[in-house]
């Protein structure tokens, strides 16, 4: 396939711009962005982000998951399309360029096509996957999951959120419940741009990471039952205290990460204490463990330990124990021919670069199951992420769509 030749490049002042206004909407409390899944804001960022791909020349598709396909035409309309995107929805306390610059980056694709008035062969879509963080509504990645049929849409409807909300109705009140079938649509490939979200390539001082395999989650979600009782009267012999065995359950939680270092990482970020009162001791706790490693053998075995000793602890303790897995998925590798593409697009385009397993889960993760998929990664300042303070330069996004950029083209092939 003919690729694009080194000189063609992005806009950057133009995806930089279009990304800080992006942030504009949902804004967070400390210059970062709270754009939830099927929120008004999430309402506000789609319309915005729609608006932007008609005046580019983009077809709007919505599936019944909310998912926006955006398309442009290539010179077979029979050809299967190359879907490149991300994700526009964000954490409670969410970075600007989390999933954000995926999306843009696609659009900014389009944007310069359109410019040097350059045809593919293949349709390009640019797409907006649903609830990718999972953080509203778990798990995550939940649209992309229907898509690939890990999960049913009538389950991933019934979802609730902390005040009861179900995912079918927001989508719905929202106004983005689409008419396409998830998972109708076919792929010739699906590209995605993210940010690390971790501190290799800054530390190694690598412009791009190519992408080869995505570590495997494990989301284990536990409730400890106690009894509530005073923290003033209540002798300490007497107590059930939930709170203290999901103390004793966390320090568990970490040991067991540590067994496996440096091939494991495990931590609880969702924890609600009840009733959470001063001088209440807590009868129920229910917190979700995040374990994670890119060996399947590894998160069998931490999952393991998880569960004998956690029950342990409560057995020991007299409190109650209940374990639901609420999100997990198996180590991905990406496909060959889509990294060889990043791989190729980096050198000719002059980016310093070097393979990665991608740390967190992405939509590509899922869609790797029923289409050939690759990812680009861009260092973030710090390698930090899912706060607001999350950074990165203007550069490391021009140089992430530049090898995007080429990788999409070159795969959906220039019509000379
Ligand atoms: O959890 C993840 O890895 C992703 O950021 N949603
Ligand atoms: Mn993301
Ligand atoms: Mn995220």
């Known amino acids: 396939m003919a690729a694009p030749g080194e000189n063609l490049r992005i806009n950057s002042d133009r995806l930089w711009d279009s990304i800080m206004e992006m942030a504009k909407i949902g804004p967070g409390v400390a210059g ?5 899944t099927v929120t008004d ?19 709007m598709g919505v599936d019944q998951m909310g998912t926006m396909f955006m398309r442009r035409e290539g010179a077979d309309p029979d050809a299967l399309p190359v879907y490149v995107g991300s994700h526009l929805d964000t954490q409670p306390t969410g970075g600007k360029y989390d999933g954000v610059l995926g999306v843009l980056a696609g659009l900014e ?42 999960h049913t849409q009538d389950w991933a409807y019934g979802l609730e959120d902390a005040n009861g909300k179900k995912f079918g109705d927001e989508l719905e009140r929202i106004g983005w419940k689409g008419e396409e079938t998830v998972g109708d649509r076919k792929m010739h490939a699906f590209f995605e741009l993210h940010i690390e979200q971790g501190p290799i390539l800054e530390i190694e001082e690598k412009d791009i990471g190519v ?23 209540t002798p300490m012999p007497m107590r059930k205290n939930a709170g203290l065995g999901m103390a004793r359950i966390l320090e568990l939680v970490d040991k067991i990460a540590w067994s496996h270092a440096p091939d494991a990482v495990a931590a609880a970020g969702h924890i609600d204490v009840h009733p959470n009162s001063r001088n209440v001791i807590p009868g129920k706790v229910v917190f979700t463990v995040d374990m994670r490693s890119p060996n399947l053998a590894t998160i069998e075995d931490m999952e393991k330990q998880l569960a004998e000793g956690a029950k342990k602890i409560c057995d020991d303790m007299g409190l109650e124990i209940e374990f639901e897995k609420v999100g997990g998925f198996d180590p991905v590798t990406f496909d060959e021919g889509c990294v060889a593409a990043v791989r190729n697009a980096a050198e000719r385009l002059g980016y310093s670069h070097k393979n990665l397993i991608s740390g967190a889960g992405h939509d590509a993760c899922w869609i790797n199951r029923v289409a050939p998929t690759a990812m680009v990664m861009c260092p973030c300042v710090d390698g930090l992420s899912h706060n607001e303070a999350e950074d990165i330069s203007q550069e490391w996004a021009r140089a992430g769509t530049d090898v995007l950029f080429h990788a999409v083209v070159e795969t959906a092939e220039i019509v000379e």
Not at 32 to 36: T, V, Y
Not at 41 to 59: K, S, Y
Not at 126 to 150: I, K, Q
Request: aromatic fraction near 6%.
């Open 41 to 59: 804001e999430d309402g506000e960022g789609r319309h915005l982000f729609r608006q932007w791909c008609e005046e580019a020349g983009l077809t």
């Open 32 to 36: 970062g962005n709270n754009r939830q």
């Open 109 to 150: 694709i389009i944007r310069t096509l359109n410019d040097l008035d350059i045809k593919t062969k293949h349709p390009i879509v640019v797409t907006n996957w649903t609830n990718e963080e999972g953080t509203r509504y778990a798990p995550a990645m939940l649209a992309s999951g229907v898509f690939a049929d890990m």
């Open 211 to 233: 992408v080869t395999h995505g570590q495997g989650l494990s989301w284990m979600q536990i409730t400890v039952t106690g009894k509530d009782a005073h923290t003033g009267s």
